[in-house]
């Protein structure tokens, strides 16, 4: 087992954190605390275990004197959004916490099917070719039939669940359910003296907000929790776990069976006006519905904190991408490579397009590109390259506030 030294013990972290230090007079926002703590709001995109390197991100952010307001995120991003949002109050540094946790817990227990299947899933993320298991694929042939034709998925994420649910539980908040962290998201829970750097007038947000994308695709629709939760759980939403959410937006498909969630509000009635508004569905409203990774629509929402054109904003939307989409072709010889492709461009599409239309957004997103030399799927990685990621995410995290230029970023803003 990982200890939380063994990621933050590493040298080279260790000059990161001073030079993270030193940051701490720049500006980066508008709005500060009496504490002089700056806040910006955040999206993190997904990218399985690739994660780890958004809490390197993170921990030099936080070490530099930055505070996250808004959260938003997808699938490992989601995960980091709910965490950073549910375990202690806003203006708390939280990625220690996160970081102790991610240490003690090993990644490979999320991948909760069966075990010989386990087994072959391992085989194929580290490389070994499908014809070199052929035999066993074949001896195994009924159940890997049930996991992706029955089950629909090869691993059921309740470990992953129950984890997250026991590390809000143990949290200083105490987070059981979506009531409580929203409540805790409330401004009598904001710091006192948040406001303006410049003018001095006090933060009138009613609540710090927060964004998890998952993907319906019973009714085929993009849905923010908590804010569109009461279209599945109606009145009861306040009493559902907040890893619910978390478990909707990391269904990878096939990888883990769908979420399902039942009995929904209104069941067999025409859609009412919220689900029309909010899903833009217009049919009956079904019994119950399924969920898989939200990054097969949005992996990276920088979207959802926009401002409109030429409204300078109070604070900025830092955005933090794990992958390296775009930068090279992909390769598209062989049905795998074609699959994969096609499914990079569902998943980033939309995003992307939202980038060419706001091209000013690209001054706020650190790209850190794990995916170049990690596998996102390997839950087995080992602890040397967790650490070689966390450092990774630390040391672009670092990268990008010495570049960042708050100023300049409005001027840009100003002219749109």
């Known amino acids: 087992m990982m200890t939380y030294e063994d990621f933050t013990g590493q040298p080279e972290f260790q000059e990161m954190l001073k030079e993270a230090e030193k940051l701490k007079g720049k ?3 508008d709005i500060i605390d009496s504490e002089g703590r700056q806040y910006v709001d955040l999206v993190q995109e997904g990218g399985g275990v690739l994660g780890i390197a958004l809490v390197g991100y993170t ?12 959260l938003a995120g997808t699938s490992a991003g989601a995960i980091n959004t709910l965490v950073l949002a549910g375990i202690d109050s806003i203006e708390k540094s939280k990625s220690q916490q996160v970081l102790d946790v991610l240490a003690r817990q090993d990644l490979f227990e999320f991948v909760d099917g069966d075990p010989v ?6 085989k194929v ?12 694929l074949l001896w195994n042939i009924k159940k890997i039939k049930k996991a992706l034709f029955v089950n629909l998925g090869l691993n059921p994420g309740k470990a992953f669940e129950k984890w997250i649910e026991e590390v809000l539980k143990e949290s200083p908040n105490q987070i059981t359910t979506i009531g409580q962290l929203k409540e805790k998201r409330d401004k009598k829970h904001f710091p006192g003296g948040l406001k303006h750097r410049v003018s001095g007038d006090p933060l009138t947000d009613e609540m710090a907000r927060i964004h998890i994308i998952a993907a ?22 306040n009493e559902v776990s907040p890893a619910k959410m978390v478990r909707a937006s990391m269904s990878v498909p096939f990888f883990f069976i769908p979420l399902e969630i039942g009995n929904l509000p209104g069941s067999g009635e025409p859609a009412s006006n919220e689900w029309q508004q909010l899903a833009n569905y217009h049919g009956h409203i079904p019994d119950k519905v399924k969920f898989v990774d939200g990054g097969m629509i949005s992996n990276f929402p920088i979207n959802v904190f926009h401002f409109k054109p030429g409204a300078i904003p109070r604070k900025p939307t830092f955005g933090v991408k794990l992958s390296s989409y775009r930068q090279e072709c992909a390769e598209v010889d062989d049905f795998g490579s074609f699959a994969g492709a096609m499914i990079s461009t569902m998943r980033h599409d939309a995003d992307n397009e939202f980038l060419i239309q706001n091209p000013d957004f ?34 672009k995290g670092l990268e990008f506030i010495q570049k960042f230029d708050w ?10």
């Open 125 to 136: 993320i580290d490389g070994t070719p499908i014809k070199k298991m052929w035999w066993k």
């Open 216 to 237: 319906d695709v019973t009714t085929q629709t993009k849905v923010l929790f908590p804010e569109m939760g009461h279209l599945y759980w109606g009145d009861k939403m």
């Open 407 to 416: 100023e300049n970023y409005k001027k840009i803003r100003a002219k749109r």
């Open 27 to 29: 500006v980066f926002s």
């Open 362 to 395: 690209e001054k706020l997103i650190c790209f850190i590109d794990a995916d170049k030399d990690f596998n996102w799927l390997n839950f087995k990685m080992s602890d040397q390259k967790k650490k070689k990621l966390f450092l990774l995410g630390a040391r």
């Open 117 to 122: 299947l386990k087994g072959i899933m391992q």
């Open 59 to 70: 921990y030099i952010l936080e070490t530099a004197g930055i505070r996250f307001f808004n």
